[in-house]
C-alpha cells in the first residue's frame, strides 16, 4: 500500500484517509493485487488503531468497492472505468448565473400589483395558530396532507366564501394548492388538446402564456366597459372562457349584473361550456359591499372559481384554491388523487384556525380600511401632481388601479425610464395579449398598485412617477 | 314597492333588506316602472334612514342592477333571463362525498413507510428561525418568492448536498418545489411525447403513474441484488431512467460503484439519455457513512437529481428539490421562468436559518440515532415473534426495510386482514408495476416502515402483524 496517513486535529479522519486512497486506488486500477491485506495488517503497517481500517473497510463494502469472502478476507471489485464524453469541463453558461438577492435591484418607489403589505400581517396571531398546530396536530403534520388540503380548512372556506362571495360549494369541491397557475393547469391538462379557450384581452398574461404553452387554441377577446364582450366570444366560438368579473385584471371594471347573466348563458346553451371565474382581489371594495360571485349566479354547474390568500395575507404565502363543478372534481379526482403537491400542512391548518377564529375576517377588515386611506392619499396626490395630465380610473375595488397618462413618451420610453429610474412600473402593454393593435397615439394607461408602496412614501413615490414623465 | 321591511337586532341590515327585495324584484321582472323612486321617496315610504337607501341604492349600482342618469334619477337596466338547463337541481354524488378527518381511519398499527416522525421534529427551533424571517425578511415576504425558490436557500443547499452527497452543483441549478411529483412533472412536460422512459420494477409507483399519465411510452425494468438491471435497460432502450441507487424503494438495495458506472456510462454513450436519480432518504444509513450520490461520479451532466426534506423533517411540510444540468436549465426557465408556484416564502426562509445554523444537520443526526434504535428492536421484536417464519432483508439503511414472511396468505388476503385489523401495512405488490409476474408461491414480501411508529408502540405493533398471519 502506497500511502501516508496524515494525524493530526486539521486532517480528515484517519478512517476517511485510508477510505479515500484506496477507492482512488481502486478506481485508477493502481492495486495490483485483488486480495487487499487484512484489517490487522494494514493497521500495523500505517501505524492506525484496527477501529479506523474497519471502519474504511465497511464504508468500501457499503459503496461496492469491494466485497468479502467469508474466511478468506476482503476483495477488490472488478470496476469499470467511467467513460467521459467531452475532454475539458464545460463552464457553466454566463446566461444562466444569478445575482444574490442582496446584490439585486433595489426600488426607489414601487407601483407593482402583485406585492402586498407584510408590514401589517398579523405575524404574531399567525404565531399563535400555529402553535396550536404544533402542539395538537402532529399526527396530520407527521403524514402527508390531502391532495386537495386537510377537509377542515375546506370546510372554513366554504363557510367563508358561501358567506363573502356566496360561492355555493361543498367542501368536497374545493381543491387547494400552492397558486391559481398550477391548479389551472392541472385542471386544463384534463382537457382535450383541441379544447377552444378564450381569455380577456388585456388580461392576466400568466394563465395566457400557461394556455399557451399547454398547446390550447387561445383566442384573446376583446373588452367594453362592462367586461369581455360576449359578441366576439360567439365570434371565437370557445368552450372555456376565463374572467374577472369582480375587478377585471387589469382595467378594474366590475362586470354588471347583465353582462353576467348573459356570460352564464352564453355557457348554459352547451354542457360542455366553462366561464372560469378568477375572483383574485376580491376582497378589496371600498365603498360597497362584496358583490355575488359569477358562480354563486351560476344556474348549471359551469363556473370554475378560482380564489387566493396571496393578496389578502401573503403572496409569499403560497395559498389559493379552486372550487370544481362535480363533473370535473370527478375527473380531476380520478387524475390527480395520488398526487402530492400543494402548500404545507403546517400552514394549511394554521390558515383553518386563523379563518375559523375570526382573526382572517378581522384582518381584512383591517387591510380593507388601511388600502382604502392609502389609496385616497395617492389619489390625491395623483391628482395634485399631474392635473388634468392625468385620468384615474378610480373604480373602488382591488389593490391596483388604472390611470390615463398624457404624454409624448411611448410605451417603450416609459418602461425604460422607469427601469433606469429604479422604479417598479407596469404599463399596460404587458398585459396586452397577441393580436392587439395598441395605439401609441393619445394617453397611455398605467398599471398603478399601492398595496406595496409604504404609506409615508405615497408623496415620495408619486414625486419619482411625475420625474418619468418631465 | 311591495315589500316590508322587518326592524330588530336579529334581523338583516335595513340596507341590506332593501337591496335584496329590489334585486329580487329586478330579477323577477316585476318592477312595473322603470324608474326607481327617489332615494328620500322611499325612505319615507319605507319609514327608513335615507341612508339605508342610499346605501342600496350605490350596491344595485355597483353590481349593475340600476343606473343613474344625471338629475333625472335611478333606473332599472334591462336584465336578461338566467337559462337554466335542467328543471331540477343535481345532487351531489355519492362517490364523490368525504368524511371529516375526526370520523376517518385511526389505525391500530403503523408500518408505513410514508408518514415520519413528529413527535421528535424541533418546533421550538422552527419557530425561532421563523421569527427571525417575519422580523427580518418582510420585503421578501410581500413579494413573490423567485420561481426556482429563493437564492439565498439555494445556496445554502448546494452547500449542504456537497458535503454529505458529493452532489456538484451551483445554486442556478437548483429547483426547489412542493413535491419531486410536481417537479418531475414539469421538467418531463419539456421532452417530447414519445421519449422513452424506463423505471425500477418494482419501484416508485407515483412517478410511473405520472409517466404514464403524461403519455411517455415507460418500461418498467427489472432488478437484480445491484439494482436495476443494465441489460434490461440496454432491451428496452430508454432515453431517461429513473433510479434510487442510494436505496432502492422499495427493496432497500444499495446501488454498487460498479453498477453505477455502468449506468453513468450507458447515458454517456449519448448525449440524449438522462438518469433520475431520486435520492429521497439517503439521509438515514445506520453503521455506514453517506454513500456519495451517482450525480456526485457523473462525468457527463446528464444526471437529474433530486432530494426532499419530507423524510428528515416532515411530510406535510413540502419541500423538495431538483438538481438540473446547465442544458435541462436552460429549457426549464424558459418554460416557467414566470411559473409561480412552490413553497411558501416563510418556511423557505425558516429552513434556509435553520440549515445555516446547523439545527438541520443537528436533527438529522439525532434522527438517525434515535431510527437507528427503534429499528434495532423492531427487527429484534420481529425475530423473537416470527423466528424461522420470517427473513429480514437488514440492509442499514433508510426508514423502511423488507421483510420475506413465510405464509399461505395471499397478497389479496394479507392486505385485506390488514385492512379489517386497522393496520397500516403496504404489501410490495402496491410497488410491481405493469407486466410483473408476481408469483403467489413461496414466501411474501412486506414492506416495513418504523418511522411513523411511537418507540413504546414497536412490540404491540408487531403482536398485531403477528395477528394477521396467526
Redesign the interface.
Known amino acids: 500500500m502506497f500511502f501516508h496517513i496524515e494525524k493530526g486535529a486539521e486532517q480528515p479522519a484517519i478512517y476517511k484517509q485510508i477510505y479515500t486512497h484506496l477507492r482512488d486506488l481502486i478506481l485508477d486500477d493502481q492495486l495490483s493485487k485483488k486480495k487487499l491485506p487484512s484489517k490487522r495488517k494494514l493497521a500495523q503497517d500505517l501505524e492506525v488503531s484496527l477501529n479506523s481500517v474497519a471502519h474504511a473497510y ?2 468500501l463494502l ?4 469491494i466485497y468479502s469472502a467469508e474466511r478468506k478476507g476482503y476483495f477488490v ?10 475532454e475539458e469541463d ?1 463552464p ?2 454566463e446566461e ?6 442582496n446584490d439585486r435591484f433595489q426600488p426607489e418607489a414601487t407601483f407593482s400589483h ?6 401589517h ?1 398579523p ?1 404574531k396571531k399567525w ?1 399563535k395558530y ?2 396550536k398546530v ?1 402542539e395538537h396536530h ?8 390531502h391532495p386537495q388540503g ?3 380548512l375546506r ?1 372554513s372556506i366554504a363557510t367563508m366564501i358561501a358567506l363573502t362571495r356566496g360561492v355555493r360549494t ?3 369541491q374545493i381543491v387547494i ?3 391559481t ?2 391548479l389551472i393547469h392541472k385542471l386544463m391538462s384534463l382537457q382535450a388538446k383541441d379544447t377552444q379557450v378564450a381569455v380577456e384581452n388585456p388580461g392576466y398574461q ?1 394563465f395566457y ?1 400557461l394556455l399557451k ?1 399547454m398547446g390550447f387554441p387561445v383566442s384573446p377577446v376583446g373588452l367594453d366597459h ?1 367586461g369581455i364582450s360576449i359578441q366576439e366570444i360567439r365570434e371565437s366560438d370557445p368552450q372555456w372562457v376565463f374572467v374577472t368579473p369582480s375587478h377585471q385584471f387589469p382595467t378594474g371594471t ?9 356570460l ?2 352564453w355557457a ?2 352547451s ?1 360542455g361550456r366553462y366561464i372560469v371565474e378568477d375572483d383574485y382581489d376580491s376582497e378589496f371594495k371600498y ?3 362584496h ?2 360571485s359569477l358562480q354563486s ?1 351560476d ?3 359551469q363556473v370554475i372559481y378560482t380564489g387566493t390568500f396571496s393578496k389578502t395575507l ?6 389559493s384554491y379552486m372550487v370544481l363543478p ?1 363533473n370535473l ?2 375527473s380531476y ?1 380520478n ?1 390527480f388523487g ?10 394549511l391548518w394554521t390558515l383553518k384556525y386563523f379563518i375559523d377564529e375570526g382573526e382572517y375576517g378581522r384582518h381584512v377588515k383591517r387591510m380593507n380600511a388601511y388600502y382604502k386611506a392609502k389609496r385616497a392619499t395617492l389619489i390625491r396626490e395623483l391628482r395634485q401632481t399631474f392635473q388634468d395630465r392625468i385620468t384615474i380610473h378610480n373604480i373602488p375595488a382591488g389593490l391596483h388601479f388604472l390611470v390615463d397618462m398624457d404624454t409624448s413618451l411611448s410605451y417603450s420610453e416609459i418602461e425604460e425610464r422607469a427601469k433606469d429610474n429604479k422604479i417598479i412600473l407596469y404599463t399596460i402593454r404587458r398585459f396586452f395579449l397577441q393580436d392587439y393593435e395598441m395605439t401609441e397615439k393619445g394617453k397611455k394607461k398605467l398599471v398603478i398598485g399601492f398595496a ?1 408602496m409604504e404609506d409615508d412614501k405615497v408623496r415620495e413615490s408619486v414625486r419619482r412617477l411625475a420625474s418619468l414623465f418631465s
Not at 114 to 119: C, G, K, P, R, S
Not at 338 to 345: C, E, F, M, N, V
Open positions: 465497511e464504508q457499503a459503496e461496492g468497492y471489485e472488478d470496476i469499470t472505468r467511467y467513460i467521459k464524453r467531452d464545460v457553466f453558461p444562466l448565473k444569478e445575482e444574490r438577492m402583485i406585492a402586498t403589505d407584510a408590514e400581517f405575524f404565531r400555529q402553535q404544533m402532529r399526527t396530520q403534520l407527521a403524514l402527508l396532507p386537510p377537509y377542515e370546510e361543498r367542501p368536497e394548492g400552492s397558486g397557475q398550477p400568466r402564456h404553452n362592462q366590475i362586470m354588471p349584473i347583465n353582462r353576467r347573466i348573459e352564464l348563458n348554459a346553451e354542457p365603498g360597497t359591499d358583490i355575488p349566479l344556474q348549471n354547474q401573503l403572496p409569499s404565502l403560497r395559498i362535480p372534481l370527478k379526482r387524475a395520488d398526487w402530492i403537491d400543494g402548500p404545507s400542512g403546517l400552514n406595496n
